[in-house]
């Protein structure tokens, strides 16, 4: 069964929507607070994130903000007041729906099950093994790349660069964020490193199959957009 995480500081409304959704049959976990929240919702075997907006120390939708960097999980926000700009903040980071407290829970259950199918489907839909962008295509079993008949050849991490890239299309990635990911190191200050594997990576296609697949997004980083 799914695992549901809610992520709410009033310890009453997280209790009442827990003992809900286990009798449902759901398992659940609870994060009392923005960084813990954070925390939980990046591990791999949380289904889906019911999120309050008002949190002590990260707001929600920072979380949502910073969960999206790296995850699809299905996030349905809950706004305390029926508050437009909440909602709007937090689609736009984002979230997949909203719920205005206080809610029917029938209404949290439905909508829960919807935000599950959507993902699930898409999931299935990924599940191709295969990464394409125009004639470029990135298989992920064997971790080889070819523009349409070539193979590109390209070292372990341009290609982990290339992949991440891909997959967090039209997401514009700042180098940090691209050394902790890739790199899987923390960021000491140095992103030189960052810049260096892009020049390659665009040497190698960019250049050679005059396309323009990796775009520079000044004072941020860099992102693959979809292709027009
Ligand atoms: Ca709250």
């Given at each position: 069964?799914?695992?549901?995480?809610?992520?709410?500081?009033?310890?009453?409304?997280?209790?009442?929507?827990?003992?809900?959704?286990?009798?449902?049959?759901?398992?659940?976990?609870?994060?009392?607070?923005g960084r813990t929240g954070l925390e939980k919702a990046l591990k791999?075997?949380?289904d889906l994130v019911l999120l309050d907006i008002m949190l002590p120390g990260l707001s929600g939708i920072e979380v949502c903000r910073r969960v999206r960097l790296e995850s699809k999980v299905p996030i349905?926000?809950?706004?305390?007041?029926d508050d437009v700009t909440d909602k709007v903040a937090g689609l736009d980071t984002g979230a997949d729906d909203y719920m205005t407290k206080p809610f029917a829970i029938?209404?949290?259950?439905?909508?829960?099950?919807v935000a599950l199918n959507r993902h699930s489907k898409e999931k299935q839909e990924v599940k191709t093994d295969v990464l394409k962008y125009g004639e470029l295509e990135i298989n992920l079993a064997s971790h080889s790349v070819h523009y349409g008949k070539d193979e590109v050849t390209l070292t372990k991490k341009e290609y982990e660069l290339l992949e991440?890239?891909?997959?967090?299309?039209?997401?514009?990635?700042?180098?940090?964020?691209?050394?902790?990911?890739v790199w899987d190191y923390e960021?000491?200050?140095?992103?030189?490193?960052?810049?260096?594997?892009?020049?390659?990576?665009?040497?190698?296609i960019d250049d050679k199959y005059g396309i323009h697949l990796i775009n520079t997004v000044r004072g941020v980083g860099y992102i693959i957009r979809d292709e027009k």
């Open positions: 069964m799914a695992k549901i995480l809610i992520v709410e500081d009033e310890v009453k409304i997280a209790r009442f929507v827990e003992l809900e959704l286990k009798y449902e049959g759901y398992e659940v976990e609870i994060a009392n607070d791999d075997d949380v349905i926000m809950l706004t305390a007041k029938e209404e949290l259950l439905a909508r829960i099950r991440y890239l891909l997959r967090n299309k039209n997401i514009a990635m700042t180098r940090e964020q691209l050394l902790n990911n960021y000491f200050g140095d992103t030189n490193v960052v810049d260096v594997y892009i020049r390659y990576l665009r040497q190698k």
